[in-house]
């Protein structure tokens, strides 16, 4: 094991055991003073997107903290790149702000970081880490979501080494505002999952449609929609990997993705607790301060639980992780852990706040609409489910 991984694993293991860790506790501050706590922005229907908060952070270097410095990030490393999105979640309230910085960070930048040339990283990576411009990932489509190399898009090969792209991918996230699209797109039907490959489209080429903002349950400041590919010509240099890789390039991001995405969340999750453990202490009736009752206490309790549970499995990933091992399973338990932890919590709050977790005005209902959207994001729930079952050879 090398000195880099065993300082890996050590900032990991003191981010994992420092619920008070300086940089988490910066992050949270940093956002509680400098950005907004939308839960829909209503001046802008085409995305419904702080677009000024995002900015602000790439001033902050937010967006490029895992991008290494000679591609122009600040070359952070996973534990500092961790704490700062728990803090982030914990100071911001916008969970749909959050969870697009930690989903670019996490997918369509760790797919430049990992698999484009040189040429493709300086084209595009400058812009989405000033907060410029934005990149969506485009695997899902009408037909294919869950089984997601049943793709119907396709890429054909022509004589001068372009290609023509035709598909529909569909519930992007960045869909209505994104400059360039990672496009998931057949190549050779014929070889199934092994004819998927990987384009860099931009979204200014005729015959891109970006369709209209996608409303939605929670997370409602993230921009969300569908992109449409008619005959849409790509030189040779869009090919992201090699022809043929897509599958294996997703497989990858998806594994990163799914094992940290949740960062913000669970950084809500705390913000969550702590407010219900004020309220519980505040609120009085028959007498007593609510947390009197044992009912409300271990409710408390449970979300406490919750909370550090998904905490240890998201650092027990990176760790994972930087040690080179393979991560899905970890990854997997992880969001399934972290999803149901933010449903389950989101009612308790709801529950030990009364009438105020229901009304909208006091901003406790919105966590629970934020966090369903994980049930369905990175991989269902249910399938990532299927995927333990698969790797401890259950099925
Ligand atoms: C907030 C959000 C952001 C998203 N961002 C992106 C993005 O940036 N890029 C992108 O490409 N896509 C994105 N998606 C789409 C997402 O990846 C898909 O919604 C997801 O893969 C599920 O596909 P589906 O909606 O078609 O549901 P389906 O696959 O049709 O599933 C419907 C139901 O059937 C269950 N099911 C399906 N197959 C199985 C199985 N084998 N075993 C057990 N249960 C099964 C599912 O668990 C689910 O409950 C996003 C979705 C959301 C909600």
């Given at each position: 094991m090398s000195d880099t991984t065993d300082d890996q694993l050590l900032a990991l293991a003191r981010a994992m055991i420092d619920l008070d860790h300086p940089v988490k506790r910066d992050a949270a501050a940093w956002a509680a003073a400098n950005l907004g706590q939308h839960d829909?922005?209503?001046?802008?229907?085409?995305?419904?997107?702080a677009v000024d908060d995002w900015r602000r952070c790439a001033e902050r270097g937010i967006q490029g903290l895992l991008v290494p410095t000679q591609h122009g990030?600040?070359?952070?490393d996973l534990a500092t790149t961790l704490l700062t999105l728990e803090g982030l979640g914990y100071g911001c309230a916008d969970n749909g702000l959050t969870f697009a910085l930690a989903s670019q960070i996490m997918s369509t930048q760790v797919a430049l970081v990992r698999f484009a040339t040189d040429e493709q990283r300086a084209r595009w990576l400058p812009g989405l880490l000033d907060g410029s411009r934005f990149a969506a990932l485009g695997m899902t489509e009408p037909n294919s979501?869950?089984?997601?190399?049943?793709?119907e898009a396709t890429a054909e090969r022509l004589d001068d080494g372009s290609y023509r792209v035709n598909g529909h991918k569909s519930y992007l996230t960045f869909g209505p505002v994104c400059d360039l699209c990672i496009v998931f797109a057949?190549?050779?039907?014929?070889?199934?999952?092994?004819?998927v490959s990987a384009f860099l489209v931009p979204?200014?080429?005729?015959?891109v449609d970006v369709g209209p903002l996608r409303e939605k349950?929670?997370?409602?400041t993230t921009p969300f929609g569908d992109l449409t590919f008619t005959d849409v010509v790509v030189p040779a240099?869009?090919?992201?990997?090699?022809?043929?890789a897509g599958a294996s390039i997703f497989g990858a991001i998806l594994d990163i993705e799914r094992a940290y995405v949740f960062a913000p969340q669970i950084g809500a999750m705390e913000r969550q607790l702590d407010d219900t453990i004020g309220y519980a202490k505040d609120r009085e009736q028959g007498g007593h301060?609510?947390?009197?009752y044992q009912a409300v206490s271990h409710r408390i309790v449970a979300m406490k639980e919750r909370h550090e549970q998904s905490r240890l499995l998201l650092y027990r990933a990176a760790m994972a992780d930087a040690t080179g091992r393979g991560i899905t399973l970890a990854a997997s338990l992880a969001k399934v852990a972290a999803c149901d932890a933010g449903i389950a919590s989101s009612i308790d709050a709801a529950t030990v706040h009364g009438a105020k977790g229901y009304?909208?005005?006091?901003?406790?209902e919105r966590q629970l609409r934020d966090a369903v959207g994980g049930l369905v994001y990175s991989g269902s729930t249910d399938v990532l489910r299927n995927i333990v079952a698969r790797v401890l050879g259950v099925t």
């Amino acid at each position: 094991m090398s000195d880099t991984t065993d300082d890996q694993l050590l900032a990991l293991a003191r981010a994992m055991i420092d619920l008070d860790h300086p940089v988490k506790r910066d992050a949270a501050a940093w956002a509680a003073a400098n950005l907004g706590q939308h839960d829909l922005v209503e001046a802008d229907h085409q995305s419904r997107f702080a677009v000024d908060d995002w900015r602000r952070c790439a001033e902050r270097g937010i967006q490029g903290l895992l991008v290494p410095t000679q591609h122009g990030g600040q070359g952070a490393d996973l534990a500092t790149t961790l704490l700062t999105l728990e803090g982030l979640g914990y100071g911001c309230a916008d969970n749909g702000l959050t969870f697009a910085l930690a989903s670019q960070i996490m997918s369509t930048q760790v797919a430049l970081v990992r698999f484009a040339t040189d040429e493709q990283r300086a084209r595009w990576l400058p812009g989405l880490l000033d907060g410029s411009r934005f990149a969506a990932l485009g695997m899902t489509e009408p037909n294919s979501g869950s089984d997601a190399f049943a793709l119907e898009a396709t890429a054909e090969r022509l004589d001068d080494g372009s290609y023509r792209v035709n598909g529909h991918k569909s519930y992007l996230t960045f869909g209505p505002v994104c400059d360039l699209c990672i496009v998931f797109a057949s190549t050779n039907p014929e070889a199934g999952s092994w004819g998927v490959s990987a384009f860099l489209v931009p979204t200014d080429l005729p015959g891109v449609d970006v369709g209209p903002l996608r409303e939605k349950m929670g997370m409602r400041t993230t921009p969300f929609g569908d992109l449409t590919f008619t005959d849409v010509v790509v030189p040779a240099d869009s090919l992201l990997g090699r022809e043929g890789a897509g599958a294996s390039i997703f497989g990858a991001i998806l594994d990163i993705e799914r094992a940290y995405v949740f960062a913000p969340q669970i950084g809500a999750m705390e913000r969550q607790l702590d407010d219900t453990i004020g309220y519980a202490k505040d609120r009085e009736q028959g007498g007593h301060p609510i947390g009197h009752y044992q009912a409300v206490s271990h409710r408390i309790v449970a979300m406490k639980e919750r909370h550090e549970q998904s905490r240890l499995l998201l650092y027990r990933a990176a760790m994972a992780d930087a040690t080179g091992r393979g991560i899905t399973l970890a990854a997997s338990l992880a969001k399934v852990a972290a999803c149901d932890a933010g449903i389950a919590s989101s009612i308790d709050a709801a529950t030990v706040h009364g009438a105020k977790g229901y009304v909208s005005e006091f901003g406790v209902e919105r966590q629970l609409r934020d966090a369903v959207g994980g049930l369905v994001y990175s991989g269902s729930t249910d399938v990532l489910r299927n995927i333990v079952a698969r790797v401890l050879g259950v099925t």
